[in-house]
């Protein structure tokens, strides 16, 4: 008897599978387009000054490992509600946000929807089309039913509000509703204040539950502004909804795995509540989270000086990327192609490009530049060296 001869072999993650072939091919001027990773003017994944000032400090100061608790360290926790929600936010003055330190935004993603399976087990959850491709899966595994809404509009290059609106009003009370905070991955298309205020009205009216991802705070426009989102759900006066985010790009930690979950509740003793609840969730899953990532989180932002550091860090990738897009419409008209000025209006490393599938193989095989095959590009993964290639052969395919 052998238990795993016939087992089906699934394929493989496609980004993950375009840096193999990425990695594999010898031409020189190759160009990753297809991660989700910011890199420095070098080409490299940054060590943030402040998250290398707090390593060493940690390191001086050694602590044995004991386990942390199963949501995670307090201080880590403290620090992330007051980032993600605002420090003044009555929302936290009223004890009602519960915070779990999660392995990632992709924990604090799997972990909500599990909370939300067990206590909504009828409802379904509308994500975006598109979205980032992992969203369907997880919420897929947790045991829900999948349905998207209209978010993307090809002509424009921005966000079909309309569609959206309509949309989303259609969906059954109770239904889950994923909305990207900012930098929406894949597009590159946000929503303004003003389109913030009227879904979160509809959301209200309709009954829907908002589960807002926040994988890249900081990344458009600031801290504050890039949580616009958070403040305005909270201000509608939606009582119960839940927020993952991920300090991966905003601390430059993806290989830490840190992230949390915030489910926020009507008030302080529901919050503790469904705290019981995320804790028995993580418990079962692997029991408690690890300890570096969220040490060195807490220990900047809870840091009056380090924070300072980190917060012109992230000014920096966030105004690099900013110039970056310039910089590509830029080249691009210089190359004949002046039709990618929308280029300039997306937010956060990426940018759905309206690069055909025909167009990304072209640009794979004649110029050794990788994207995926939605015409997502990354446009984090430009520089001063790259940018006026990758210019020159997006205008030769496009023409
Ligand atoms: N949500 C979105 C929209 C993302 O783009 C990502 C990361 N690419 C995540 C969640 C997951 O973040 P993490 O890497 O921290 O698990």
Same mark, same amino acid.
């Given at each position: 008897?052998?238990?795993?001869?016939?087992?089906?072999?699934?394929?493989?993650?496609?980004?993950?599978?375009?840096?193999?072939?990425?990695?594999?091919?010898?031409?020189?001027?190759?160009?990753?387009?297809?991660?989700?990773?910011?890199?420095?003017?070098?080409?490299?994944?940054?060590?943030?000054?402040?998250?290398?000032?707090?390593?060493?400090?940690?390191?001086?100061?050694?602590?044995?490992?004991?386990?942390?608790?199963?949501?995670?360290?307090?201080?880590?926790?403290?620090?992330?509600?007051?980032?993600?929600?605002?420090?003044?936010?009555?929302?936290?003055?009223?004890?009602?946000?519960?915070?779990?330190?999660?392995?990632?935004?992709?924990?604090?993603?799997?972990?909500?929807?599990?909370?939300?399976?067990?206590?909504?087990?009828?409802?379904?959850?509308?994500?975006?089309?598109?979205?980032?491709?992992?969203?369907?899966?997880?919420?897929?595994?947790?045991?829900?039913?999948?349905?998207?809404?209209?978010?993307?509009?090809?002509?424009?290059?921005?966000?079909?509000?309309?569609?959206?609106?309509?949309?989303?009003?259609?969906?059954?009370?109770?239904?889950? %509703? /994923?909305?990207? =905070?900012?930098?929406?991955?894949?597009?590159? !298309?946000? @929503? *303004?204040?003003?389109?913030?205020?009227?879904? $979160?009205?509809?959301?209200?009216?309709?009954?829907?539950?908002?589960?807002?991802?926040?994988?890249?705070?900081?990344?458009?426009?600031?801290?504050?502004?890039?949580?616009?989102?958070?403040?305005?759900?909270?201000?509608?006066?939606?009582?119960?909804?839940?927020?993952?985010?991920?300090?991966?790009?905003?601390?430059?930690?993806?290989?830490?795995?840190?992230?949390?979950?915030?489910?926020?509740?009507?008030?302080?003793?529901?919050?503790?509540?469904?705290?019981?609840?995320?804790?028995?969730?993580?418990?079962?899953?692997?029991?408690?989270?690890?300890?570096?990532?969220?040490?060195?989180?807490?220990? %900047? /932002?809870?840091? =009056?000086?380090?924070?300072?550091?980190?917060? !012109?860090? @992230? *000014?920096?990738?966030?105004?690099?990327?900013? $110039?970056?897009?310039?910089?590509?419409?830029?080249?691009?008209?210089?190359?004949?192609?002046?039709?990618?000025?929308?280029?300039?209006?997306?937010?956060?490393?990426?940018?759905?490009?309206?690069?055909?599938?025909?167009?990304?193989?072209?640009?794979?095989?004649?110029?050794?530049?990788?994207?995926?095959?939605?015409?997502?590009?990354?446009?984090?993964?430009?520089?001063?060296?790259?940018?006026?290639?990758?210019?020159?052969?997006?205008?030769?395919?496009?023409?």
């Amino acid at each position: 008897m052998s238990f795993f001869a016939n087992v089906e072999l699934v394929p493989g993650d496609p980004i993950l599978g375009l840096t193999e072939a990425y990695n594999a091919d010898s031409r020189p001027t190759k160009v990753n387009l297809g991660v989700g990773i910011y890199y420095d003017e070098s080409g490299r994944i940054p060590l943030l000054r402040a998250v290398n000032r707090i390593e060493q400090q940690l390191a001086n100061d050694a602590k044995p490992r004991g386990y942390l608790p199963i949501d995670g360290l307090p201080a880590y926790n403290q620090a992330t509600r007051e980032l993600v929600f605002g420090k003044d936010s009555p929302l936290l003055a009223a004890g009602r946000v519960a915070t779990s330190q999660t392995i990632g935004g992709s924990g604090a993603l799997r972990v909500g929807a599990d909370l939300l399976h067990k206590l909504l087990p009828h409802a379904t959850i509308a994500i975006s089309n598109p979205s980032w491709e992992n969203h369907r899966a997880v919420f897929g595994a947790a045991g829900f039913d999948v349905v998207d809404y209209t978010y993307f509009d090809a002509a424009t290059h921005g966000v079909d509000f309309d569609g959206m609106l309509a949309d989303l009003g259609k969906l059954q009370p109770g239904t889950v %509703v /994923l909305l990207h =905070a900012c930098c929406h991955n894949p597009t590159g !298309a946000d @929503l *303004t204040v003003a389109q913030w205020k009227q879904v $979160a009205e509809l959301l209200k009216d309709r009954q829907l539950f908002p589960f807002i991802d926040m994988a890249y705070q900081g990344f458009d426009k600031g801290i504050s502004e890039d949580g616009a989102a958070v403040r305005i759900i909270a201000e509608a006066g939606i009582d119960s909804f839940v927020v993952a985010n991920s300090y991966s790009k905003s601390f430059s930690l993806y290989g830490e795995r840190i992230g949390a979950l915030s489910v926020v509740a009507p008030d302080a003793n529901a919050a503790k509540a469904v705290q019981s609840q995320v804790k028995r969730i993580i418990r079962t899953i692997y029991s408690s989270p690890s300890n570096h990532g969220a040490a060195l989180v807490a220990g %900047v /932002l809870n840091s =009056a000086e380090l924070r300072q550091v980190w917060e !012109a860090e @992230l *000014t920096e990738m966030r105004e690099r990327i900013h $110039a970056l897009r310039h910089g590509l419409v830029e080249n691009l008209v210089a190359a004949g192609a002046p039709e990618y000025a929308f280029i300039n209006d997306q937010a956060g490393m990426f940018s759905y490009s309206g690069l055909s599938r025909a167009q990304v193989d072209r640009l794979r095989d004649e110029f050794a530049i990788y994207a995926v095959g939605t015409g997502r590009i990354c446009v984090a993964a430009l520089n001063q060296g790259n940018l006026a290639y990758v210019a020159k052969a997006v205008a030769t395919v496009s023409k």
